[in-house]
């Protein structure tokens, strides 16, 4: 059963050089339970689409299409209404826990605080169920440890204490922005161990540039390429039969591949190319790539591309 569902979805800034297309004309559905894997170079428009799902974007933000959870469009509800499902329905791991954490604020408290809000609790019951939280996520001595500031913790369980944040109040999605940034390889396995266990009962959003982290957690992935979607499928078939130029260029830069860069860089999302946007760093472009823009198309079954030449 399908829990999100994303229609024509584009988010665009305005700023002194023109409109900034972050996310252009984006669909995209996560069901009941699974994770989806969204990939794609930095800047991309990877995390905008993350801070659009949670209306967390300065209100200068134009924002079209709809965006239906459990039946509601997130879109049209008031900003009240809004900060009832943030946290509660919805939560966002964020992807940077020293500067998303309050330097002044135990650690227990920052927790407690989302428990209060949406729950109800007395303090006291709130405090309690911040410890648990701290315990859930593999964090020891949590009773002493919820006492402490973030300062006190290492970026591995700063990021635990994240992950115990979007827990806290049993939301039915998470969107997790690049859970394992800066950790290094030991940390990591134990997030993405981590993560898998936490969220069995959960569905996911994993917005990451990691492919190895996606295919360690993710059912299906979508990879995102100057604000839009080039090719979404299980991660099996992105990983074993990738379609994309672009993909195969990303699954080609991992070590376990050979290293090879994609050449280029990616566009200004202001000023976009004619055409398929990644035809000026595709070895495959034809005069055709250059002037018209690829649709979305579906392959096979469940399989989507956007490419003339798949």
Known sequence: ???????DLKTQFPTPDGIV??????????????TLGLIG????????????IMRLLQSSTKTEGTIIYKGTNLLKITEAEMRMIRGEEIAMILQNPTTSLNPVMRVGGQIAE????????????????AIEMLDAVRIPSPSERANEYPHEFSGGMKQRVMIAIGLACNPSLIIADEPTKGLDVTIKSQIIKLLKEVTKEKAMLLITHDLG?????????????AGEL???????????????????GFLGSLPSNGLVPIPGMSPSLINLPDGCRFHPRCG????????????????????FVRCFHA
């Open 284 to 303: 495959h472009a034809t005069e055709l790539c250059r002037r018209k823009h690829p649709d979305m198309i579906e392959i096979e079954n469940g399989h």
């Open 114 to 129: 989302a428990i209060r809000l949406h729950q109800g609790l007395s303090k006291r019951a709130a405090k309690e169920k």
């Open 41 to 52: 170079e930095t800047g991309c428009g990877k995390t905008v689409l993350g801070l659009t």
């Open 213 to 225: 982290v996606a295919r360690a957690l993710c059912d299906r992935i979508a990879l995102m390429y």
């Open 1 to 7: 059963m399908t829990l999100l569902r994303i229609s």
């Open 21 to 34: 297309r972050a996310v252009d004309t984006i669909d995209l559905s996560i069901r009941e339970r699974e």
């Open 230 to 248: 080039v090719e979404y499928a299980t991660t099996g078939e992105i990983f074993e039969d990738p379609l994309h130029p672009y993909t195969r």
